[in-house]
């Protein structure tokens, strides 16, 4: 899979800040990418660089192999986190107004936007003014005009911000299905739980430098520690807790199960399979629950940002 976007050490300062370190990224075609970090590490500097809102002081950005140029303006599709819709306009006035900026002609720009209120039945929003709509609403006119042109790079900042659940659902599966069209998006939100059911990579900034990138399923891999969640039955729970504990490694057990006769969770080491691990469990008691315990990305941040 080739790159759409490639940043090559870039770096930001504004006065004697440095916004950004030696940042590079490369973005797969076809993939969604999960730009993260806490508040104040990079992130919106690195977005405003690829959107040529302001210029690195170092380094090098390319968009499908070319140096990135204003035209290229035209390739990219900005939600911003602070969004930017004119509040006394009629919402069908400025969407078509944006849709020309990006160079849709009126009557293609109409049709595309009825396409898209269509879709997300939104249609008898048209003459009403920005104003007169919800933060949620307002966010639905902010993700059409965003995605109307079809760029090639999707760039979303906290895109469900302002959203109920069943919107922010619907949103989900628009980005997926864009991205199924081909799109490319880049991703960035403070919602792990986003970044697990969306992004296929992600990189972590932090104090303005990059600390971990990579495939989103091998760098959990790298994070997993061999344990395993396990629920157990018996009626000497006590020697069969001891029994385990004599032989691997036990942890404290937070997890939700139906039967609470026994909750632990077991590391094993690596000379000692998950097979040997259930074949020892089941040997003891009654096994009910048996799960490898799957670094989420929110611990992953948290893990990382804490040892950096």
């Known amino acids: 899979m080739s790159d759409l976007l490639v940043a090559n050490s870039v770096s930001k300062n504004f006065g004697k800040f440095r916004a950004l370190n030696q940042v590079s990224i490369a973005v797969p075609k076809g993939s969604i990418f999960g730009l993260l970090g806490p508040n104040g590490a990079g992130k919106t500097t690195l977005i405003r660089i690829i959107n040529q809102i302001t210029m690195p002081d170092e380094g090098t950005v390319l968009l499908d192999g070319h140096d990135l140029k204003p035209e290229h303006i035209r390739d990219i599709g900005y939600l911003p986190e602070e969004r930017g819709l004119y509040k006394t306009m009629k919402v069908g006035e400025q969407c078509l107004y ?11 720009a109409k049709r595309r936007l009825k396409y898209w209120f269509d879709k997300l039945e939104i249609g008898d929003w048209w003459n009403k003014k920005i104003q007169e709509l919800s933060k949620g609403q307002a966010q639905k006119i902010q ?28 949103i989900k599966d628009e980005i997926l299905q864009l991205r ?75 997890f939700r199960n139906l039967h609470d006769d026994i909750k632990l969770n077991v590391k094993i080491d690596k000379d000692t399979s998950p097979n040997d691990l259930l074949s020892f469990l089941t040997s003891k008691a009654e096994v009910h629950h048996f799960v490898e315990v799957i670094p989420s990305a929110n611990d992953i941040f948290i893990q990382t940002v804490k040892n950096n």
């Open 98 to 108: 944006l849709a020309q900026l990006k160079g849709l002609s009126k009557s293609e």
């Open 143 to 170: 993700f059409v005009v965003t995605v109307l042109h079809k760029p090639k790079l999707l760039i979303f900042d906290e895109p469900f911000s302002g959203f109920d659940p069943i919107n922010a659902n619907l």
């Open 180 to 254: 199924e069209e081909g799109a490319t998006v880049i991703f960035s939100t403070h919602r792990m739980e986003s970044v697990e059911e969306l992004c296929d990579h992600i990189a972590l900034i932090h104090k303005s430098n990059k600390i971990l990138d990579g495939k989103l399923n091998d760098i959990k891999a790298q994070f997993k520690t061999n344990t395993f969640e396990v629920g157990l039955q018996s009626n000497n729970s006590e020697t069969v807790v001891a029994d385990i504990e004599n032989r691997f490694e036990v942890l404290p057990a937070t």
